[in-house]
Structure formats: C-alpha cells, structure tokens
C-alpha cells in the first residue's frame, strides 16, 4: 500500500506544473484526498483537499485562483495544476489519503523548486 507523487521539478517564476499521485495497493474512490507541502524550515501546511467523489473542493488562501486539484477515480490518481508559480511555492509536496474507518496513508514526496 503506497501513493507515489511525481511531476515535481524546478520551474521559473509565473511557470506551471502538474503534480500526480498515484495509490498502489488500495483504491482511493473511499477516500478524501489532499495535497500538503513544506516548504524549507517550515511546517507542513493544506494545499488543497478533494472529496471523495470530487464534489467538495477546498484551497488554502495563498493558491486560490492558481491551483487546481483534480481526481481520476478509475485511475486510481489525483492530480494538482500549478499555475503561476512563484518563489513562495518552493516546498516538498505530498499526497495523503484520508477516510473514515480507514487508515490514513501518505506519499513520500515530489519536490517543487521555483526559481529564476
């Protein structure tokens, strides 16, 4: 049982990525799925969370408007669009899932760089 992150890497200012995280061993349609980060020196913090069959969504402040997460149920994978980019979203980034009754399970990581 695992998440994988992927589609991390170093991007310049006002660029986009698109994170992925893709579960192994059980399926994510029961679970509420969430991207956190830590950025460097500092605690992890909520990016973004999706309801389990996607039709509650929540941003944290700071990625309103430039953040987009989205679910693939068959697919197994849950997806984070990062426009706009800036400094300010250096971080390691992680995927949890969560559901009720349910273990709690999170990815190892993908790490995000922005810089000129």
């Known amino acids: 049982v695992q998440l994988v992150e992927s589609g991390g890497g170093l991007v310049h200012p006002g660029g986009s990525l698109t994170l992925s995280c893709t579960a192994y061993?059980?399926?994510?349609?029961?679970?509420?799925m969430s991207w956190y980060r830590q950025p460097p020196g500092k605690e992890r913090e909520l990016v973004a969370s999706?309801?389990?069959?996607?039709?509650?969504?929540d941003y944290a402040d700071q990625v309103k408007g430039r953040f987009a997460i989205s679910r693939d149920n068959a697919k197994n994978a849950v997806y984070l669009q990062m426009n706009t980019l800036q400094s300010d979203d250096t971080a390691l980034y992680f995927c949890?899932?969560?559901?009720?009754?349910?273990?709690?399970?999170w990815g190892q990581g993908t790490q995000v760089t922005v810089s000129s």
């Open positions: 061993g059980f399926a994510i349609s029961r679970y509420s």
């Open positions: 999706i309801s389990s069959a996607g039709g509650s969504i």
């Open positions: 949890k899932a969560r559901g009720p009754g349910r273990p709690t399970y």
